[in-house]
Every structure is written in C-alpha cells, then in structure tokens.
C-alpha cells in the first residue's frame, strides 16, 4: 500500500513542477518562516510557501529527513548496465538523514529525476523500480540505494541513486514531494544542477 502511495505521489508530482505545493507543513525541531528557500549550493534550505529549491551540496530540510544531493555525473553504462539508445544513465550520489523521533520508511520513488522546462517536463524514477509495473527490482551496484529502506532514529545513509535519462538532456533536478497518511500533501523540494559528463 505504501508503495502505490510512493508511486501516486509520484505522478502528482510531475504534476506540480510549477513549484506550487500544498499546506506548508514546515519540519520538527525547524521554522520555515524567515529562511531562505533558494539555496545556492552547501547552505540549509527550509521550504516557504510550500516549494524550496536547492543547488549540489545545500541540505534540503524536509519533515521526516534531511537530504543533500552531493554531486552527479551522466555515463553510456553504469555496472555493466548499458543504456538504452538515445540514453544516458544519471547517477546522483545523495546522502539522506532521518530527522524524527521514529524510524522512516525510505523509497526509491521518493526521489525523481527531471528535466525540461515551459511546459516539457519529464521525469524518470531510478532503476531500482520498473517503470511499468512498478515492482521493485534489485540494485546492479553495492553503492546504490535499494528501492525500499529504512532509516532509524538520526540514522544518516549515503548511496547512489541511478536513472535512464534522454542522452540530449543537460540539466536535471532531483525533486521530492512530501506527502501524509491522512493524504494531505507537504512542501516540494527541487535540487538543480548540471552533472559531469563520464
């Protein structure tokens, strides 16, 4: 149930790439009022009206985690994966840290890949999950993250997140949606950058 949830979210956010979100939940222990939610690369970034957007290095304060997108690179194979004509694989190296006094159930379908802009978007969820079926599928490397997870109480996790990605994009976010049980949805949360080409 969780996973259909993950993977819901998952289509609303594309939804909202405009950077519109919901009720601005803010995060445990933090205030969103009075902080920047622009970062410009390793800062804190708190989400204000519901959106924050970050750059390499900021760490994204969201309700149940932080995370930081470390840095990101673009290859034609990635562990003895090819990509598929007229791809290229991205893989983001993230480090993610539960902030609440409970374990968090962590997925893959969190974190999307997108690009594009005016009107088209896309957006690719890593290779741990079929993008058809949604099935969670096995990592092809030690260092990526699994599809599912959990993280303890202050547990902090670092990993590699893989995505196929068009070969002719250059630019790229790794976007997250907060969303609760009671089906209300949070702030959204948008790293940008450009990754070294491999």
């Excluded at 939940?25 to 933090?30: A, F, I």
């Excluded at 790229?172 to 990754?195: K, Q, R």
């Amino acid at each position: 149930m969780k996973r259909l949830l993950s993977v819901l979210l998952a289509v609303f956010l594309v939804l909202a790439l405009a950077g519109c979100g919901g009720k601005d939940s803010g995060s445990p222990g933090t205030s969103s009022g009075g902080s920047d939610n622009i970062g410009s690369g390793n800062g804190d970034v708190y989400a204000e009206d519901g959106w924050a957007e970050g750059r390499l290095g900021d760490t994204m304060h969201a309700y149940w985690f932080n995370y930081t997108v470390n840095s990101a690179y673009t290859c034609s194979e990635f562990a003895g994966r090819k990509a598929a004509e007229g791809c290229k694989m991205l893989v983001v190296d993230i480090t993610v840290k539960n902030t609440v006094t409970t374990s968090v159930e962590m997925y893959d379908t969190d974190f999307q890949a997108q690009w594009g802009g005016s009107g088209d978007e896309d957006y690719r969820l890593p290779i741990t999950t079929d993008p058809e079926t949604y099935e969670e599928l096995d990592p092809i490397s030690d260092d990526q993250l699994p599809g599912t997870y959990a993280l303890g109480v202050n547990e902090e996790r670092t990993g590699l997140l893989v995505y196929e990605v068009p070969a002719d994009s250059k630019d790229f976010s790794i976007s997250y949606l907060e969303a609760f049980e009671e089906g209300d949805e949070g702030d959204t949360f948008f790293v940008y950058f450009t990754p070294e080409e491999k």
